[in-house]
């Protein structure tokens, strides 16, 4: 029982880290590699605001991801914006150099050790029932991540914002001629993106750590979850994410001689028998 | 008039003494991972040998000391390593290759200094063989056996009758888990079980509960020093492992001065062994702690900066016996046997394997004065490598 | 001669352009490299090297349009192929590089049955898991492989039983440039054959190509194998060269960066994949050892303005300037 808790939390962590890269990576189609970068940015907003200005966890998390997005929207106005047309390959480039100035300036600003991070008392220790132990921190991810894929589902598919953005990525011209100003959809998404990398960098620091290499450590974890998820869909990573969680603590508990082979060897499984991945759209490029 | 002329005479005559006593500069090839995961290690390193050379002056035996440094990140690929090191000694033609924070590194270039007939100095690389791979080898910092067979003895002696390790699943991991079950097993210890945890995993849980299922009465912990270690004793200490009366034993680098303050409160009370720490009570080790934070106020002096400390200290006194002739045959005889008070201890190298003879302290996290330290309370004195008997 | 058909038809490999001025100038290089920087022969060969490698993912991802994030997997077979044979004693290279090309080769065409379905993220991510599984692999047979600490104990003997390889690293250059030369050259008649041909339709218009008669997965298949091959040749010629192989030949890291220096260099032209590598590796040299703690942040400066200023790598804008040239003339 306790298992397929720790599960869950542990696929929910996934899912809060990686959402922000399929948002980007689905909805705008940008391979924004530097995802990466921009949680680190949230982690390392939320680390000193908390160690250093005391301020409260639960105050630091969303000023993260408000750093985040601010940034976030001056790249995507000054940088990002010259490559929407851009090849794949060139983004991966792009992107993959900026995690190279992220990390040198991280390491410049905050040194290379890991940053001291704790958690505020009511979110440590455990509850425990009988057969079940609870982690508190391990509950209030899920719960974040909950609350999180509902909301964007709702935004992504009820919203006009929503139904302004599919269009806008579906067909540009189209959408423009309709009267949708595509730039600000397109800021407003990106800044949706940053925001939520943020957020995953700042809820992740308990359990991922955080120094300077973070945005090339994980970056094969966010991907791994956007692919087998279907890029762009909310459903899809989340369940994607769940699923992993699920099947890497379960199997280290089983069958600890598997060690690191089990998730990539569920996500080539995966990939094989649906190559868009779970909710993947077949149209999507 | 008289004045300005014996003024400058004397200065025409201090300018030709210096210029005369002037030998070639002594260079010294330092190849460390400077970027990239293990950046810190670099960062330590660098530290401690720029800390000797503020404090003892940078001429060495008449010879002005120039570092050369060569970044290898990641520090675990052989190739880059090698190359640096040929550039170093074919390029930038040093005396003295020193750094080695990595085992692959180390191995990696060793073949060039038996070729190119340098001396190399190891300040961190801990695989127990290294020294073996060339003649010109000599290490400062200490081995994996040498900090692990310790505390596993430790906890046979103090009624620890069953222990669940748990190593990182890659060399240095089985190397440990290896040293932990002879040592302790010999001691009449008994393994209640054991795991291999993939490199880079942050989440225990799955490992810890199986642990807490089991009930040993203590778990043996090795894992690469940084997020890993934190990760676990995080876990450990959200999942009550120690209420539950399960003691963590491990060695000293996985709660060592860089990361202590990152794992914070939950590192309280771990039982490890290790051979340097910075609350280790002796006036060298003040002098030097003292040193380190006016030069650094931002970093705490961990067991790199000293062996880096304590590798140029070596590569100074074997300069002065052989007359600052780097040449490796010499400088390696000059430096077997060579014996001082490191801020860590006594240590000596050994004559016959080139490798570090130093104490190893059992110690426990407690906090000073609101920091985390680790805290002597035991020792092996004059603890030779367990690895190479 | 003619009149007798040979039992393979070697024909359409004879079909590639002539050799230009500048391609002859552009392979003097190595050469006049070789007298100008004597010290840093260690540097070159492992840009020779790299340039291999990069040229074979060029083959798959340049010419055939397969993404691959984990095309090291075959650059590590093959350094462990090299590894261990010398290490059990045939240390002849260039039998090394034979074996460790087949091996890898072999490897490359199995997996091609994974990989070759599914859009371009699928296939980055299934090849990533594939290099992930052997790196997880490597790591797991220390015994066998050194794990972590690197195999040990690679003897190579004299390249042709001639040139023992040195400390300035004399006969590893000359070995290198000339197997990259002697693969250049193959895989320029490959790409000007009707097969390389077919690979670039198949790149342009992948639902056209059955209608005009090509087996469109047999020839996608054919090509990864080839690319495959390549990568384990550079991959044993690192190990030969440096006597040593580290896990890290298997890494994510490099994979990403072998991309990055065709990316840089220019897809779909194998000069692309030389200067790529070419630049990438002396801007990282000089940068890390001007600033070895911080160069990655100018190494990151300059991917993002060559991404925003010269969109089709140094290749695209050598194309630019010479039209530029000869339009004015």
């Known amino acids: 029982m306790t298992i397929i808790f720790d599960g869950l939390a542990a696929g929910m962590l996934l899912f809060l880290i990686s959402v922000g890269l399929s948002v980007t990576l689905g909805l705008m189609n940008f391979v924004n590699l530097a995802h990466g970068a921009f949680a680190m940015l949230g982690g390392y907003v939320c680390a000193l605001l908390l160690s250093r200005a005391g301020v409260p966890f639960l105050l630091a998390v969303p000023i993260a991801a408000a750093v985040s997005a601010a940034v976030g929207v001056v790249l995507e106005r000054t940088l990002y914006r010259r ?100 730039g600000r959809a397109f800021t407003l998404t990106f800044a949706l993106g940053s925001a939520l990398a943020g957020l995953g960098g700042a809820l992740g620091i308990e359990m991922l750590g955080l120094d300077p290499s973070f945005p090339l450590k994980y970056i094969v974890y966010f991907l791994i979850v956007v692919a087998v998820g279907g890029s762009g869909n909310i459903k899809g990573s989340l369940i994607a994410s769940l699923m992993l969680g699920l099947v890497d603590i379960a199997g280290k508990y089983y069958l600890p001689q598997a060690g690191a082979f089990l998730i990539y060897v569920v996500m080539v499984i995966m990939l094989i028998v649906r190559p868009q991945g779970l909710f993947g759209r077949t149209a999507a490029k | 008039m008289r004045q300005l002329k014996s003024s400058i005479a004397a200065a025409a005559l201090a300018f030709f003494a210096a210029a005369g006593a002037q030998a070639a500069d002594l260079k010294i090839g330092l190849i460390l991972p400077m970027t990239g995961p293990f950046a810190s290690h670099g960062k330590q390193i660098t530290n401690g040998i720029k800390l000797y050379l503020a404090q003892n002056g940078d001429t060495i035996a008449g010879r002005k000391v ?61 695989t127990s063989s290294i020294t073996t791979k060339s003649d ?28 669940y390790t748990i190593v990182a699943d890659y060399g240095p991991g089985y190397d440990a888990e290896g040293q932990f079950k ?93 051979h340097y720490s910075e609350a280790h009570k002796s006036p060298e080790n003040k002098a030097f702690t003292e040193a380190y934070y006016k030069a650094y106020p931002n970093d705490r002096p961990n067991f790199m900066a000293v062996a880096a400390y304590d590798g140029m200290r070596l590569i100074a006194e074997a300069l002065k016996k052989t007359g600052g002739d780097a040449d490796a045959e010499k400088f390696i005889a000059a430096a077997r046997g060579l014996k001082w008070m490191s801020p860590r201890g006594p240590v000596e190298i050994d004559p016959a394997t080139r490798d570090i003879v130093q104490t190893v302290y059992i110690r426990k996290v407690e906090k000073v004065g609101g920091k985390l330290q680790n805290i002597e309370f035991d020792q092996v004195p004059e603890f030779k490598d367990p690895g190479k008997q | ?68 994030l984990g095309h090291v997997a075959f650059f590590g077979v093959g350094a462990y192929a090299a590894g261990l044979l010398a290490k059990y004693g045939y240390g002849d290279p260039l039998l090394g590089l034979a074996i460790a090309g087949t091996v890898a080769a072999a490897v490359g065409y199995l997996s091609s049955f994974l990989v070759l379905r599914g859009s371009d993220l699928t296939r980055l991510m299934v090849t990533l898991g594939v290099a992930m599984m052997l790196f997880e692999a490597a790591n797991k047979l220390t015994e066998f492989t050194g794990g972590v600490d690197g195999l040990q104990g690679v003897d190579m003997k004299p390249v042709l039983g001639l040139f023992r390889f040195d400390l300035y690293g004399k006969t590893a250059y000359w070995y290198s440039v000339a197997v990259l030369f002697v693969f250049f050259w193959l895989a320029r008649r490959i790409v000007h054959s009707p097969f390389g ?32 091959a390549y990568a384990g040749v550079a991959g044993a010629l690192l190990t030969q060269t440096t006597q040593f192989v580290s896990l890290d030949v298997l890494s994510f890291p490099r994979s990403a960066a072998v991309m990055l220096m065709l990316v840089l260099g220019g897809t779909g032209s194998l000069y692309g994949a030389l200067i790529g590598t070419l630049v990438f590796m002396t801007a990282h040299h000089f940068l890390s050892n001007l600033n070895p703690q911080y160069w990655q942040f100018w190494l990151g400066a300059v991917l993002v303005l060559v991404v925003l200023f010269a969109r089709d790598g140094i290749m695209g804008i050598a194309q630019t300037v010479i039209k530029r040239v000869r339009g004015k003339a």
């Open chain 1, 83 to 182: 490559l929407y047309g851009a090849s794949h390959l060139d983004q991966v480039l792009f992107s993959i150099g900026l995690n190279f100035m992220a990390i040198s300036a991280a390491h410049y600003f905050f040194g290379a050790q890991q940053q001291p991070f704790a958690l505020p008392d009511f979110l440590r220790g455990q509850i425990n029932l009988p057969g079940l132990d609870v982690g508190i921190y391990r509950l209030f991810l899920i719960g974040i991540g909950l609350i999180l894929a509902v909301g964007l589902q709702w935004l992504v598919s009820y919203t006009k914002f929503g139904a302004q953005l599919r269009a806008s990525v579906d067909n540009p011209r189209a959408a423009r001629g309709l009267g949708i100003n595509v």
């Open chain 2, 66 to 126: 120039q570092l050369i440094i060569k970044d290898d990140a990641p520090g675990t690929s052989g190739d880059v390593s090698k190359r640096n090191a040929q550039e170093l000694v074919i390029q930038d033609k040093v005396d003295i290759l020193a750094g080695f924070s990595l085992t692959p590194e180390a191995f990696a270039v060793a073949p060039i200094a038996t070729e190119a007939k340098k001396p190399m100095v190891v300040m961190n690389a801990a």
């Open chain 2, 136 to 163: 010109y080898i000599v290490r400062t910092s200490m081995t994996l056996p040498q900090t692990t067979a310790p505390i596993a003895s430790w906890a046979a002696k103090n009624k620890i009758k069953t222990v």
């Open chain 2, 182 to 274: 002879k040592t302790f097993t010999a001691a009449g210890g008994q393994i209640a079980g054991e795991v291999r945890v993939p490199v880079n995993s942050n989440d225990f849980s799955p490992y810890l509960q199986k642990v807490k299922d089991t009930k040993p009465d203590a778990v043996f912990l090795f894992v690469p020093n940084g997020p890993m270690g934190i990760a676990f004793m995080k876990g450990f200490q959200e999942r009550g492992l120690a209420q539950a009366g399960i003691k963590l034993i491990a060695t000293g680098d996985l709660i060592d001065e860089d990361v202590i303050d990152a794992i914070g409160d939950p590192a309280l009370g771990v039982i490890n062994s290790f």
């Open chain 3, 1 to 68: 001669m003619a009149i007798i058909p040979s039992p393979v038809d070697l024909a359409p490999l004879r079909r590639a352009p002539a050799w230009r001025t500048a391609e002859y100038i552009c392979w003097l290089l190595p050469v006049a490299a070789y007298f100008l920087f004597p010290t840093s022969l260690s540097l070159l060969s492992q840009m020779a090297i790299t340039g291999l490698f990069a040229l074979s993912l060029d083959l798959i991802l340049g010419y055939a349009g397969i993404v691959s």
């Open chain 3, 197 to 228: 041909l077919s690979l670039r339709g198949i790149k342009q218009n992948v639902i056209r190509m059955p209608a005009i008669g090509a087996p469109v997965h047999a020839r996608l298949a054919a090509v990864y194998t080839l690319g495959a």
